[in-house]
């Protein structure tokens, strides 16, 4: 099984590592072969998206499935929610059962924010989590914003960054902590595992 993910670079470096290895702590001899699409900044929207789709699932070593991860918050106004984000992808890419759109809602940082405690021991911080599920925020204050704003407060004396920091606060971490917080997490890592014979979470 071949599965194409289409992310934002930065996503792939702080996430992937962790990702294979919560498939592969679940689907033992049945591991998926995850290719990661890099989008220059953001996945991308109308027709490049559906072609984009198209030629993956193409060519000479096409995928079984492609899977689209954007972020709701992306700077704009395109997406109201994960679900808006999620239908806008679908009509985009026209009806296509190997073409499975999932959203951060709203944005990666919301998957971190379960595991605050690590935020706190890498930012060098004892500021108190942001109250609420991860995943119930808005355009205003996403949760990078908190992030970046206990990074600006701590003694570790450098910005956030997703691809560094996101890296570190997820090593040695399970996946299933943020997913049973974060519905979007969850169903993400039910269609991988759902895709390769496995068993949902």
């Not at 919560?22 to 929207?45: C, D, E, W």
């Amino acid at each position: 099984m071949k599965i194409v993910i289409i992310v934002e670079g930065t996503t792939e470096k702080a996430f992937r590592p962790h990702l294979e290895r919560f498939l592969a702590a679940r689907l033992a001899g049945n591991m998926p072969r995850l290719n990661m699409f890099t989008a220059n900044g953001r996945i991308s929207k109308g027709d490049r998206l559906r072609r984009e789709v198209e030629n993956l699932l193409g060519g000479s070593d096409p995928a079984d499935a492609v899977i689209a991860l954007t972020d709701v918050y992306t700077g704009t106004d395109d997406f109201q929610d994960a679900a808006d984000a999620k239908t806008k992808m679908r009509d985009w890419v026209g009806p296509n059962n190997r073409f499975h759109p999932h959203a951060a809602q709203h944005d990666f940082e919301a998957w971190l924010l379960p595991y605050w405690a690590e935020i706190q021991k890498v930012a060098g911080h004892n500021r108190t989590p942001p109250s609420g599920p991860p995943e119930s925020v808005n355009h205003n204050r996403p949760p990078s914003h908190f992030i970046k704003e206990i990074f600006r407060l701590g003694t570790c004396r450098r910005d956030y960054s997703k691809w560094r920091d996101g890296n570190r606060i997820l090593q040695g971490k399970d996946l299933s902590v943020a997913a049973s917080k974060c519905p979007e997490l969850k169903a993400f890592l039910n269609t991988l595992l759902t895709l390769s014979g496995g068993q949902s979470i």
